[in-house]
Nanobody, 126 residues
Framework: QVQLVESGGGLVQAGGSLRLSCAAS????????MAWFRQAPGKEREFVSAIKWSDGRTYYDESVKGRFTTSRDGAKNMMYVQMNSLKPEDTAVYFC???????????????????WGQGTQVTVSS
């Protein structure tokens, strides 16, 4: 059974940091492209970052560029996002996702990802 489980969410003050983890199980995810998305109340799910399995290249939404860093450990089937300088607008449920193939290099579209975790809540207070 394929499973993605996020952890590391919580409540933090603006300017603080959190590190989210995504543990993958059920198959070898070392050759899967993976991503983080987030969804705030009343809003659509939005892209945060992605990381290619082949060369480790990362992609970020402009809103988090320079503040968030995504990494992965293929041997452990783990993905991480280090979130610094957090802002209240970063408050959301954060989801990790995995894809066997990204079409047209569009890492930003949620539809590209077949596997999803249940999410972890991140709340940033002002």
């Amino acid at each position: 059974q394929v499973q993605l489980v996020e952890s590391g969410g919580g409540l933090v003050q603006a300017g603080g940091s959190l590190r989210l983890s995504c543990a993958a199980s059920g198959r070898d995810f070392s050759r899967y492209d993976m991503a983080w998305f987030r969804q705030a109340p009343g809003k659509e799910r939005e892209f945060v970052s992605a990381i290619k399995w082949s060369d480790g290249r990362t992609y970020y939404d402009e809103s988090v560029k320079g503040r968030f860093t995504t990494s992965r450990d293929g041997a452990k089937n783990m993905m991480y996002v280090q979130m610094n300088s957090l802002k209240p607008e970063d408050t959301a449920v954060y989801f990790c996702a995995a894809a066997t193939w990204i079409y047209s290099g569009n890492y930003y579209a949620a539809q590209q990802y077949e596997y999803w975790g249940q999410g972890t809540q991140v709340t940033v207070s002002s």
